[in-house]
């Protein structure tokens, strides 16, 4: 796509105060919102170029998933044309081909794709090509092409199990986005369907089930940690503000009543600590995540405080974390990304569409990647040492109206100036030389003419013999 007001304020910022700038506009016309485009000192000159609309494009294409229900294709067909075009729509999913439609799309007009798609793909790319025999031309194919990769379902399944149920609990399990959440009864026990986390409130199931845990102020101690014998209260609370985990959390004004103290948890960090021991602690163990909060949050004002909303995001962030990207995985030709990686990694390492590898040290917090000329899928991997940590997709169409509408522009506005195209002139010399040669070979062919008309051998009258007649003489 282009970007026509950095051009613009590059070629203006280039020129200084010049009295003689001029620039020459080669396009056709497409220049976005004109009152995006700075004005512009000196003569303009619009040089149209193009000569038809005739163009069919994959103007969108998206993918989405919703629990319980098959992910979802959407697509939009335009034809920028002045005729009705009948195509054909191809779709390929994770390199085979998983459908192919025909379809008429009428002039100047869109046509809307729905499509059910496999539950676990991860890549589909789509075509559209003109129906064989079509008189109908299409000229320009670069947008006939779009990709797009599973978005996923976005949301991690909790289960809540509470002795005496836990209200502040289920209102910040109602409130943060990506949850779905379900209350579970502690008279059945454990659902045999599995969760994908698991909080389980004063109340310890044995064995402890196969998931991601939360346990808050556990009643007995377990294979993971040991429960101290009698409550502790009191003392100054420190938070751990330098682990990612507790960004903005402040325990300044939060009381406790009473605590557990919970010890060989070597596996677990301590986040939040109060003089008797750990009062929120974290970690991996046996392939899991396991956070722990030592007291029962209804003997504490916790719940009535902000930090409470924002304690446990961090937390639900923690056990499901948000991608190495922070826009969605699709972008336009030449937009950048911008990459936040973990904490822990040492390089990025992008494969392109060409499968040529571009590799960026870790060296902040934020990442910004430009080199998306090309539309395809782009396979990003986060390295930690010689292990790769974690690979995402993301996918760079020509999604660009601008761009796919080729009609030439009877005019383009800048700076709230309109400029018509310029009549067609050519500078160059007179050449007479040909007139000239003409002339030369005329005279020629005159020469050779009279030269041939003198060497002629003159032609000699003869009179035809006259006969005499013989007689007698008298």
């Known amino acids: 796509s282009a970007d026509w007001s950095g051009a613009l304020t590059l070629a203006i910022g280039s020129a200084g105060n010049s009295p003689d700038f001029n620039l020459v506009v080669v396009s056709d016309g497409g220049l976005g919102d004109p009152a995006l ?3 512009v000192p000196g003569e303009v000159t619009y040089v149209p170029i193009g000569q038809d609309n005739a163009n069919i494009a994959i103007s969108a294409m998206a993918t989405r998933s919703l629990p319980g229900q098959p992910p979802q294709l959407f697509a939009q067909l335009t034809n920028y044309g002045d005729q009705d075009a009948e195509v054909v729509f191809s779709l390929t999913v994770d390199g085979a ?19 059910p798609m496999p539950e676990d793909f991860s890549t589909i790319a789509a075509e559209v090509a003109m129906r064989s025999g079509s008189a109908v031309p299409d000229y320009l194919v670069e947008d006939n092409v ?4 599973s978005s996923g379902t976005g949301t991690r399944s909790t289960l809540l199990m509470s002795d005496g149920g836990n209200l502040f609990m289920e209102q910040v399990l109602r409130s943060l986005p990506g949850i779905e959440a379900f209350q579970g009864d ?70 406790i009543l009473s605590y557990t103290a919970i010890s ?28 722990i909060i030592s007291f029962d949050i209804h003997n504490s004002d916790l719940p009535l405080q902000i930090t409470w909303p924002i304690l446990m995001a961090n937390l639900m962030q923690w056990f499901a974390p948000q991608t190495v990207l922070t826009t969605t995985n699709t972008l336009n030709v030449g937009d950048p990304l911008v990459i936040r990686p973990p904490l822990t990694a040492d390089n990025i390492l992008i494969t392109q569409p060409d499968s040529s590898e571009r ?31 974690q690979t995402q997709l993301f996918t760079v169409n020509l999604f660009d ?3 796919s509408r080729i009609q030439p522009q009877a005019s383009i506005t800048l700076g709230g100036t309109t400029f018509t195209p310029v009549e067609g002139e050519e500078v160059g010399q007179l050449e007479l030389w040909p007139v000239v040669a003409l002339l030369a070979l005329l005279i020629l062919l005159i020469e050779w003419y009279v030269y041939h008309q003198r060497i002629k051998a003159p032609t000699i009258f003869q009179p035809t013999p006259r006969r005499v007649a013989r007689g007698t003489s008298a």
């Open 37 to 39: 485009l700075p004005e």
């Open 97 to 115: 081909l998983f459908e192919s439609e025909f379809y008429t799309i009428p002039a100047q007009s869109d046509t809307a794709i729905t499509r």
């Open 146 to 149: 779009a990709w797009a990769v």
């Open 186 to 255: 502690l008279a059945r026990g454990l659902p045999t369907r599995a969760f994908d986390l698991y909080i389980l409130d004063r109340w310890l199931p044995n064995p402890l089930p196969d998931g991601d845990l939360l346990i808050i102020a556990p009643p007995r101690s377990t294979d993971l940690f040991t429960v101290g014998a009698g409550d502790l209260s009191g003392g100054s609370i420190t938070v751990e503000s330098e682990d990612p985990r507790m960004e903005f959390v402040d325990f300044d004004n939060v009381n």
């Open 264 to 291: 060989n948890a070597d596996w677990a960090d301590t986040l939040i600590s109060a003089p008797g021991g750990p009062l929120v602690l974290a970690g991996e163990v046996d392939g899991r995540q396991v956070a």
């Open 359 to 389: 590799v960026i040290p870790v060296d902040r917090q934020s990442l910004i990647y430009a080199d998306t000329s090309e539309a395809g899928i782009y396979q990003l991997d986060v390295q930690t040492g010689d292990s790769i940590q």
């Open 401 to 403: 109206p601008n761009e």
